[in-house]
T-cell receptor, first 114, second 113 residues
Framework: DTAVSQTPKYLVTQMGNDKSIKCEQN?????MYWYKQDSKKFLKIMFSYNNKELIINETVPNRFSPKSPDKAHLNLHINSLELGDSAVYFC?????????????FGNGTRLTVT | AQTVTQSQPEMSVQEAETVTLSCTYD???????LFWYKQPPSRQMILVIRQEAYKQQNATENRFSVNFQKAAKSFSLKISDSQLGDAAMYFC??????????FGQGTTLQVKP
């Protein structure tokens, strides 16, 4: 049973399109995250939700909009895709929003914008 | 600003030998948490080990252990009896009180048979 699952695994699309990545966790965690891993493998947080409430919103273009319909799901919608959006996007969850509860990551979605 | 620095972009170790990956961080907080994650070629992010800053005892998980030096703001990872399956990119991470997890740049570990 996959704990944090995100779909699709690969996404290839053209500039200007709108796309979504879905994420679901079955761990019963309260907090979910989106991270972006760039071509140099650097991981940076984008958003975090705790019980459907946005608690971390990094400096991310407003073309990126997260949506959390319930605490087990956190989707990422991206409008007007640009070449620079090409990266691997990781969804993650943790039991608590702070402390030593580790993040459990999904397997990532590799987004390629052409 | 809190930062995490991994000064070794690449390391290599002979199978069955021991290797240490270094990590330093910068913070003004007294209470925080540190983690090491492993990312094999499959791309999956796997938790290796974690350390609470208030604990003096170094964390250990089987062949993996840390050397946590709070005053020096250093958190190195030691892998004993290295195995081929240990080959991966290793990320050191620091968790702020806000919950944000900040990652270092990563160290690619090669294990030679």
């Amino acid at each position: 049973d996959t704990a944090v699952s995100q779909t699709p695994k690969y996404l290839v699309t053209q500039m200007g399109n709108d796309k979504s990545i879905k994420c679901e966790q079955n761990l019963g965690h309260d907090t979910m995250y989106w991270y972006k891993q760039d071509s140099k493998k650097f991981l940076k947080i984008m958003f975090s939700y705790n019980n459907k409430e946005l608690i971390i919103n990094e400096t991310v273009p407003n073309r990126f909009s997260p949506k959390s319909p319930d605490k087990a799901h956190l989707n990422l919608h991206i409008n007007s895709l640009e070449l620079g959006d090409s990266a691997v996007y990781f969804c993650a969850s943790s039991q608590e929003s702070r402390g030593n509860s580790p993040l459990h990551f999904g397997n990532g979605t590799r987004l390629t914008v052409t | 600003a809190q930062t995490v620095t991994q000064s070794q972009p690449e390391m290599s170790v002979q199978e069955a030998e021991t290797v240490t990956l270094s990590c330093t961080y910068d913070t003004s907080e007294s209470d925080y948490y540190l983690f090491w994650y492993k990312q094999p070629p499959s791309r999956q992010m796997i938790l290796v080990i974690r350390q609470e800053a208030y604990k003096q005892q170094n964390a250990t998980e089987n062949r993996f252990s840390v050397n946590f030096q709070k005053a020096a703001k250093s958190f190195s990872l030691k892998i004993s009896d290295s195995q081929l399956g240990d080959a991966a990119m290793y990320f050191c991470a620091y968790r702020l009180n806000t919950g944000k997890l900040i990652f270092g740049q990563g160290t690619t570990l090669q294990v030679k048979p």
